[in-house]
Structure formats: structure tokens, C-alpha cells
């Protein structure tokens, strides 16, 4: 199999998991997508600051000031003093259960899916999604 082959597969069977798996993309609790997707990136660097997560998406410092205020007051997160007398940005429990009730992967149907693939293949698909990880973390870096 090419690289172009590999690129054309990942793009056929990353959508059908993707679609599979999603509940909707409708909000009932208030937060907007651009909310949710600032709460999605904190939960993936706990610790980060503000110009790095603004930097990653692409943010303008007022509109992302504005954001995590906002989220800071309706308790999603939280701001700490870190090194360098930088404040980082963690999720609260409030936060962390937006993420777990928001429009995400829906665990009934991953476990229904999991559920169809024996042991050693459901340890071969985490495996395969944890090296994408990391190289996607090796190409933010």
C-alpha cells in the first residue's frame, strides 16, 4: 500500500467512526462550538497557557480573553499560578463534564463497537489510536 493509499483509507474510515460515534452536533446546555472546542484543547493539555492555547487555535488575544473569562465565570475552568508567574488553565469538574455530556463520542456506541472485536484487536485499535496521538502532538509541537 502507497502513502496516497494510506492518506485515501484513513480518509474513507476516520468519518465512519467519526459519524458512528457522535450523538449530534447540537448543544443543549449553552455552549457554543467555539466553547466546547476551547474546553476540548484544555482538557487535552492540562496546564497550558493562554498564549500557547491561543497560538494552537488561532485566536486573537482579546477574543480569547473574552472566552476564558467566560468560561472562568460560569466555572469550566480554572486559572492557577504556574511557573514563571504565568497562569495555567485546567478544567473544573463543571468542565470536565461538559467534555463527558457534550456531542463526543458516545461510550454506549464505542462499546458496541469494541464489543465486536476480540481483546488483543480492541488493544490493536488503541494502540493504532494512541501512535496518532503522538504524532499528532509531535506535528503542534
Known sequence: MTRDDRIREVQRLYPLLYFASHDSHRRSDGLSESAMRLLHHISATPGIIAADLGRHLGLSRSRLSEALRALERDS???????AG?????????????ALTSSEGIHPRVVGAILDRLSDAEQERVLEGLRLVKRAIGELQA
Do not use: Y
Not at 469550566?76 to 504556574?82: A, D, H, L, S, V
Open 76 to 82: 469550566f475552568i480554572e486559572r492557577t499560578p504556574g
Open 85 to 97: 508567574g504565568r497562569k495555567e488553565i485546567r478544567l473544573t469538574p463543571d468542565g470536565q463534564d
